[in-house]
């Protein structure tokens, strides 16, 4: 498996395929029942010698698999991202960024502790490498509901060229205005002022 997830560089097709494997040889109902395939520690240094386009087929799936119809990974979202996703600095980047950001606000009642594991890990995502598509108008909002952790990963993620911004990102920072948790926020202020600045 190693030595298919190296040469994904010259593959990058067989990317999805790769991915489905690892993640249901570490955390697929079967693999847990009858003990774990593949560790935690030997994921993790998968993930570390493959391609971008592994990791994110690997996130990809851990999304569509835990909070999608099948909802077979959802009790291993945490795990994944404490114990086998890579800290390395290397894998800092807006296109690995993006993809545990669209992690999170998939993540519903997961939402502030799929940020807090994700923090470490993100940097500022520039252009078109996430769009924040979600319905200001929606009761549900993940903002609306979890305010201090939307501001916490806004922080993170949002560059100080507001022209870099993701898509409906001015709509969120209106409704952490509102927000008591977030309206006095001082980290709010720095953003409304770049956003004012632009």
Request: aromatic share 8%; proline share 6%.
């Amino acid at each position: 498996m190693r030595k298919r997830a190296r040469s994904l560089a010259r593959r990058p097709s067989q990317a999805n395929i790769i991915a489905g494997f690892l993640l249901i040889g570490w955390g697929g109902k079967e693999a847990l029942e009858s003990g774990t395939l593949i560790t935690n520690s030997d994921f993790r240094k998968i993930l570390v010698g493959t391609s971008d386009s592994l990791r994110t087929q690997v996130l990809w799936q851990l999304r569509q698999w835990a909070f999608g119809n099948e909802d077979q990974l959802c009790e291993r979202v945490l795990p994944f991202l404490h114990d086998v996703w890579p800290r390395h600095r290397a894998l800092k980047t807006p296109l690995l960024s993006s993809h545990l950001v669209e992690l999170a606000l998939n993540s519903g009642d997961l939402f502030p502790d799929v940020v807090v594991a994700i923090l470490p890990r993100l940097v500022p995502i520039r252009g078109g490498h996430l769009r924040i598509a979600l319905d200001v108008g929606d009761e549900r909002h993940l903002a609306r509901r979890f305010p201090s952790s939307m501001l916490e990963l806004l922080w993170a993620i949002l560059a100080d060229d507001v022209s870099q911004w993701p898509y409906k990102a001015t709509d969120i920072l209106g409704l952490l205005e509102t927000a008591p948790e977030t309206v006095a926020d001082p980290r709010l202020s720095e953003l409304r002022r770049r956003r004012a600045q632009y």
